[in-house]
């Protein structure tokens, strides 16, 4: 089946510093969203793409999708602890039925 | 208050007690899943249903089963639980699936003995 990889894994930036996660497919992807989910939370829907090369902004977060559509990611400027969770990624299958999750980036900001 | 709730929160059984998970929305919508999630492997879809009375397999339905008898509970069964099915659940719906937004529920935290 469809497969979506996330790097990196963890991530630990100080405070003020910029963060970035990637998701990568092997396929061309449909659209692809990407969820935040807070420590001993659950995940709460962020933003979708659709568009080769698409860019979107929400406050302080960039998302984009590759030109090939097969990437994304997602950019924090100036981290805050109010960022701290897992962030995910999720591309529609094949069938255009479901969404794939990808293992997700855990992200630490230390005060 | 739109929102998806699942019960129970946090369950704690033995090996082959048959157990249901329950998950209910309240925002009419008509596609409704399941995932698991464990550590490193982010959330994998177990069941998912687009309509009353239509269910299919995910990525991992093994020793689970799903009905959807009323458009807004979605259950999730177990019949005979086992300690690899020890884990969080997230239950999550959507108007329409195929690229709709998905809201989630609270997630059960079970751990199978």
């Known amino acids: 089946g469809q497969q979506v990889m996330q790097i990196p894994q963890y991530q630990h930036v100080q405070e003020g510093e910029d963060f970035t996660t990637y998701c990568n497919s092997s396929?061309?992807?449909?659209?692809i969203q990407w969820y935040k989910q807070r420590p001993g939370g659950h995940p709460v829907f962020l933003i979708q793409l659709v568009k080769s090369g698409e860019v979107k902004k929400q406050k302080r977060l960039t998302f984009q999708f590759g030109e090939a559509k097969k990437n994304s990611s997602l950019h924090i400027t100036a981290t805050q602890t109010t960022d701290v969770g897992t962030y995910f990624c999720?591309?529609?299958?094949?069938?255009?039925?479901?969404?794939?999750f990808g293992p997700g980036t855990r992200l630490s900001v230390l005060p | 208050e739109a929102q998806v709730t699942q019960n129970p929160r946090y369950l704690i059984t033995v090996t082959g007690k048959k157990l249901t998970v329950t998950c209910s929305q309240n925002?009419?919508?008509?596609?409704m899943s399941w995932y698991r999630q464990d550590p490193g492997l982010g959330l994998r879809q177990i069941y998912y249903s687009m309509n009353v009375e239509v269910t299919d397999k995910g990525d991992v339905p093994e020793g689970y089963k799903v009905s959807r008898k009323e458009k807004r509970n979605f259950p999730l069964i177990l019949e005979s639980p086992s300690p690899n099915q020890t884990s969080l659940y997230f239950c999550?719906?959507?108007?329409?699936?195929?690229?709709?937004?998905?809201?989630f529920g609270p997630g059960t935290r079970l751990l199978v003995l």
């Open positions: 999550a719906s959507s108007l329409s699936g195929g690229g709709e937004t998905q809201y």
């Open positions: 999720a591309a529609l299958d094949n069938y255009g039925q479901n969404f794939v």
């Open positions: 925002m009419n919508h008509e596609y």
């Open positions: 396929t061309t992807l449909s659209n």
